[in-house]
């Protein structure tokens, strides 16, 4: 029954436009994710898109011409 109930929670995010990613994490980097977890932000998985949505939204450096490039 369980494993049903996770085939159809895995069908439903897949139409949702969610992919899965697996990460395997240490055990005190977890206590932090679950240390974060709110009223809002209930589950692990909102932790991790929440912390990496606003990651990503910082503006990256311009690339000038006098900067080198890496080989």
């Known amino acids: 029954m369980d494993a049903e109930r ?3 929670e895995r069908a439903r995010r897949r139409r949702e436009g969610f992919k899965p990613v697996e990460l395997w994490l240490p055990t005190s980097l977890i206590d932090k994710i679950d240390s974060m977890k709110n009223d809002e932000i209930a589950s692990r ?3 991790i898109i929440a912390v990496l949505q606003d990651t990503l939204t910082i503006a990256r450096p311009v690339k000038s011409k006098d900067q080198l490039m890496l080989l």
Request: proline fraction near 0%; avoid cysteine; aromatic fraction near 0%.
């Open 6 to 8: 996770k085939k159809q």
């Open 45 to 47: 998985d909102a932790v």
